[in-house]
C-alpha cells in the first residue's frame, strides 16, 4: 500500500509521517533527490529556511523536471525497487508525479493537511499543484473509482484517527 501525504510547505508533513514510520511504513520524501543533488552543487546559502535558498532550490528541481519530466518518478521507482512493504510518499506536489506514483500500486490511500500556508516565488509554482491533486482525487471519485482520502487540519493531527485511517476502520 502506498500512502500519500500532501500539504503546503511547512503544515506537518513530515512530522505525520513520522508518526507512521513507528507503526512500520517506509518514508519517501519526494523532494529528497532535489535536496540531496542540489546540495553537492549549492554555492550559495544553505539555511533551508531562507527565501533565497528555498528559491535556488526550485529552480534546480525545474530545471532538472524540464530536461526530463518523470526524473521524480523515476528517483520514486528505484527507491522501491530497495524496499518493500507500505510506503508513505511524503510532499508530492507535481500532479503529473502523483498520478504516475499513484499507478505504481493499486492500494493507496492519501492524507491531505489543510492549512493556511502559502508559499510564493518559485516555489509557488509546486504548491499550486496540491489543488490540481485534488481536483483529481474528486474526479476520481465522480467516476467511481475513488481513492481512500483522510483530511485534516495541521493544528489536530491525531494519531488514532490517521492509524484508524491507514487499517481502513475510518
Known amino acids: 500500500m502506498q500512502v500519500f501525504v500532501i500539504g503546503p510547505t511547512k503544515s506537518g508533513k513530515s512530522t505525520l509521517a513520522k508518526i507512521v514510520q513507528h507503526h512500520g511504513y517506509t518514508i519517501y520524501e519526494a523532494g529528497s533527490w532535489a535536496r540531496s543533488e542540489f546540495a553537492q552543487i549549492n554555492t550559495g546559502p544553505t539555511d533551508e529556511f531562507s527565501s533565497v535558498f528555498k528559491d535556488n532550490l526550485t529552480a534546480y528541481a525545474l530545471n532538472v523536471l524540464q530536461r526530463n519530466p518523470y526524473y521524480s518518478v523515476e528517483r520514486y521507482e528505484a527507491f522501491l525497487r530497495t524496499h518493500t512493504g ?3 510518499v511524503v510532499g508530492v506536489r507535481n500532479p503529473d ?10 492500494h493507496n490511500k492519501v492524507i491531505v493537511i489543510d492549512s493556511d500556508k502559502q508559499s ?9 499543484g496540491l489543488k490540481v491533486i485534488e481536483d483529481y482525487l474528486a474526479w476520481k471519485n465522480s467516476v467511481g473509482t475513488s481513492v481512500d482520502v483522510l483530511r485534516i487540519s495541521e493544528q489536530c493531527v491525531d494519531e488514532h484517527q490517521i492509524l484508524a485511517f491507514l487499517q481502513g476502520d475510518l
Not at 97 to 106: A, E, V
Not at 120 to 128: A, N, P, S, Y
Open 86 to 88: 507500505h510506503t508513505v
Open 120 to 128: 510564493g516565488g518559485t516555489l509557488g509554482v509546486f504548491e499550486r
Open 97 to 106: 508525479d502523483f498520478i504516475h506514483m499513484l499507478r505504481l500500486d493499486p
